[in-house]
């Protein structure tokens, strides 16, 4: 889609528009202004990663749908998961993060991938928030990083999948637009309908109804761990209290789902608030479980995507300028 398309059919759309971590974390952009406008004032710091109303709004979200290649990764609900645009200038991208599997497709423009298995990165896992081009001075200056096991450029026309739990950080290689989405396993009918009530209960501040809810719907499967999130996130709070409840249902989130780097996030928060030193340093040096799943999730990213990648890896500090050479392209061959 050219910028020229999208400004005419889209131009007086709001979006959401954030700078490096906050956004992603925190489910919320610091300012909203039209789409013509975002893309007018690039090159600048801003990163638009849109939380589904601007792909809903303009009716793309229907021309949408899985590769079949896809379908043997599982059973997932994506109906209920709101496809996202990511739109950026070049050197801006998202962060090390994960959560749950996600498919990216690159529409125009170039993308730098860094990606770690579970547990692979650092000492600090998904709690490192820089951008993929300041972690990369850093590992230069010797903080103790190690390379990311895959790297690879997404072209338009690629669609990368990214295994859940698996730590991620892009960069642009210039202007950027891309589609997003994460897929997650699907729920009974009545827990999301318990969910979806709970929600909207704590957003009216009826505290005692939502987490009636929410502990209905936790129940109705104990082994989703977004439903103990939801339950964690309704209790979060300044308080003591509400820090001890948000680390009781995060840790039982955390046991039904090890891999998931939200409720990680969620109870490190909730332990610092405490002042549980320990049970932080014990959480950000512990690397998650094996599992089956993470297994087979890694032995396919390697199969489907290093044929297809490896001859279009580059490196990414010589594509943005920076000064330091490397002999050699990292390529998407896992390293040990």
Known sequence: ?????????????????????????????????????????????????????????????ANWTLPPVLEQLGTYDTSSVPLRLALGSKGQGMP??????????QLQGRKRWGIYAPGKMTRTGVLHSEDYTTWLRFRR???????????CVSEPGDLLYVPEGFQHATASLGYSVAVVQQARRALPWSAVFHRHA?????????HKQAVKLAKKAAKLDPTNSDLWLTLAQIHQGPDSDSAAKMVKYCEKGLKANPLCGKT????????????????????????????????EAQGFLEAETSESLNSQAVNLEDQLGA?????????????P
């Open 264 to 295: 990680r996030l969620h109870l490190l928060m909730a332990y610092n608030s405490l002042g549980l030193a320990s049970q932080t340093q014990e959480l950000m040096g512990k690397d998650p479980p094996p599992s089956k799943k993470r297994i």
């Open 96 to 105: 090390f993060h994960s959560h749950e599997d996600s498919y990216h497709l």
């Open 198 to 206: 709970a929600v909207q209960a704590s957003r009216e501040k009826q």
């Open 1 to 61: 889609m050219e910028n020229e398309t999208m400004l005419s059919e889209f131009g007086k759309t709001e979006v959401r528009v954030g700078r490096g971590f906050f956004f992603h974390v925190q489910g919320q952009a610091e300012e909203s202004l039209p789409l013509e406008d975002f893309i007018r004032s690039m090159p600048n710091d801003n990163y638009l990663f849109d939380f589904g109303e601007f792909m809903e709004q303009s009716g793309l979200s």
């Open 141 to 151: 200056r010797g903080r103790g990083f190690v390379p990311p096991q895959w790297e």
């Open 323 to 335: 000064s330091r050479q490397v002999s050699e392209p990292q390529t998407l061959n896992p390293k």
